[in-house]
């Protein structure tokens, strides 16, 4: 392929799906696109999730702009080939990406974008597209009693759970009932753990993958622009059907419409196992981790336990703040303030309007699927650039 001169290239911060996707669409269209990486690999993120993680996403519907994700892979893919298809996808749009480095600051001058990163390097764009991953850096509640706790018994953050071969026998509390903290119990129970409890906070909406062969991503796709307060009564109205009752086993029925808690952030939890290990007994639901004292944790209806092991699904920083907080171009919980593929746009973080020429991907956690997402954002982003670039020469 031809690539049209440019005076700077484009840099992408991140070789996730979301930096991935951007830097071949940019490519599809003649503009020069430089991925940093902070790690050795693309897909770092991929490489170190647990291992019986998979997609929630369909094959069909998670595939990367330019390149499908290969049948052999099953309808759900699981984590290691989510590592071999970016790999894969990376050589095949033959990406020119750079490992080991780190930006650690954003700046702009007039119409360029100034990156500085490790190694003392200052590299000059002509556009950027930050795809540092939503889940960029575990976060932990100011739980009471944190330090103290951590000091004589074992907690770890999700993060760093990989599989429940250490667990075998032990009791182990896992914090969270987000889509994560669900599956990890769920593996937990199956793979041997003596007792596991889950720490629910805000019980969670719990759905099913797939119903008759029709997957949730689909229903997510089909409601996504229908109205907050009308998807929310569909969804009161079928209710039983759609959603799993607990009820009876400790774990309340949800309050508050469902898709008034997507808009939240709050996304369901699709079931691969956790409703039949709560059933069966196998995992217990118990209330939310208040303080810690001692050896013991004390739960938030007064109740304490003294579990053998923590595990923390208690979610991400995105922690841009670093990066690009300077600019007035993040929300007060440290989001990009616009959509993705909206550059120079009308977005405000106060004041201050969103810069010609910063792009986001990948900062939202939608119903629709994340990897779907991030290839209609490639798409977006990639138009936005070249068209952009085509004014300056014009």
């Known amino acids: 392929m031809t690539v049209t001169p440019q005076p700077h290239p484009v840099y992408v911060v991140g070789a996730g799906p979301g930096g991935l996707a951007v830097a071949a669409a940019l490519r599809a269209r003649g503009v020069r696109a430089v991925v940093l990486e902070k790690s050795d690999a693309v897909g770092a993120s991929w490489r170190h999730h647990y291992d019986r993680l998979r997609l929630h996403t369909t094959r069909r519907l998670s595939s990367l702009p330019g390149l499908r994700i290969p049948r052999s892979f099953g309808r759900w893919v699981a984590r290691a080939d989510v590592v071999r298809y970016l ?13 080991g480095v780190e930006v650690t600051r954003i700046e702009q001058e007039q ?82 753990a003596a007792r596991v409890r889950l720490a629910v906070r805000t019980p969670p909406y719990i759905v099913r993958r797939s119903t008759l062969g029709w997957p949730t991503q689909r229903s997510g796709i089909l409601i996504r622009r229908l109205p907050v307060g009308l998807v929310d009564r569909l969804t009161g109205l079928l209710g039983r059907f759609m959603t799993a009752d607990l009820s009876a086993y400790g774990l309340p029925r949800p309050t508050g419409g469902l898709y008034s808690r997507v808009r939240a952030g709050a996304i369901p939890v699709q ?33 304490r336990i003294t579990p053998d092991a ?75 650039i070249a068209r952009r670039l085509a004014k300056r020469r014009a």
């Open 310 to 384: 923590v595990v923390a699904a208690t979610g991400y920083r995105r922690a841009l703040e670093p990066l690009l907080g300077h600019l007035g171009v993040l929300d007060e919980r440290g989001r990009p303030v616009t959509g993705a593929g909206k550059g120079g746009k009308a977005g405000k973080a106060g004041k201050a309007a969103l810069p010609q020429g910063l792009y986001f991907t990948g900062f939202t956690n939608p119903i629709s699927g994340m990897f779907r997402e991030m290839a209609l954002d490639a798409e977006r982003i990639a138009g936005r």
């Open 87 to 99: 790999e894969k996808y990376a050589e095949f749009h033959d990406l020119e990406i750079v490992t």
């Open 111 to 192: 119409e360029e974008w100034i990156l500085h990163a490790t190694g003392g390097r200052r590299l000059v764009g002509c556009a950027v597209v930050v795809a540092t991953g939503f889940n960029h850096t575990p976060r932990l509640p100011d739980w009471p009693g944190l330090d103290t706790y951590t000091a004589k018994a074992e907690l770890v953050h999700a993060s760093a759970y990989r599989n429940p071969a250490p667990y075998e026998g032990r009791d182990v509390l896992v914090v969270g009932a987000g889509n994560t903290g669900a599956e990890i119990a769920a593996d937990l129970a199956d793979g041997g």
């Open 271 to 303: 079931d691969v196992g956790l409703v039949a290990a709560v059933r069966a007994g196998k995992v217990e639901p118990v209330a939310a981790v208040d303080s810690f004292e001692g050896g013991e944790v004390v739960l938030a209806d007064g109740s």
